[in-house]
């Protein structure tokens, strides 16, 4: 048997406002507020305050920001710069002895 869920039947218009990119829009939701605000059309209707919407989100505005405020990038990008130094330092090694490798196969079939 499967229970038969109830949509919202609240729905009103309400204005999402993104406080970064200064951005507004009107739309209708059940979303709650006791903030009001005056609409373009002179009326007023519930206030949601966002932090991000089409208009500041990376993925909308082709834009990339990276807020790092403990350093993590920076500690991600000297870690892969160390290991980068340490693969090449490796490689020589093993090239190196690959070359004196063949010099001596070259003297002992000589």
């Known amino acids: 048997m499967s229970k038969k869920v ?6 009103r218009y309400v204005v999402f406002m993104d406080e970064a990119a200064k951005f507004s829009f009107l739309t209708r939701s059940t979303a709650k507020s006791e903030e ?3 609409w373009e059309d002179g009326q007023e209707y519930p206030l949601i305050k ?5 208009a500041s989100h990376p993925f909308f505005t082709g834009e990339e920001k990276i807020v790092d405020t403990e350093g993590r990038v920076d500690r991600f990008k000297a870690r892969a710069e160390r290991a980068a130094k340490l693969r090449a330092t490796l490689g020589n090694k093993t090239k190196k002895a690959e070359k004196e490798a063949a010099k001596k196969a070259a003297k002992t079939s000589e």
């Open 6 to 11: 109830e949509q919202p039947q609240d729905y």
């Open 36 to 38: 009001t605000i005056k």
């Open 50 to 54: 966002v932090q991000i919407s089409s």
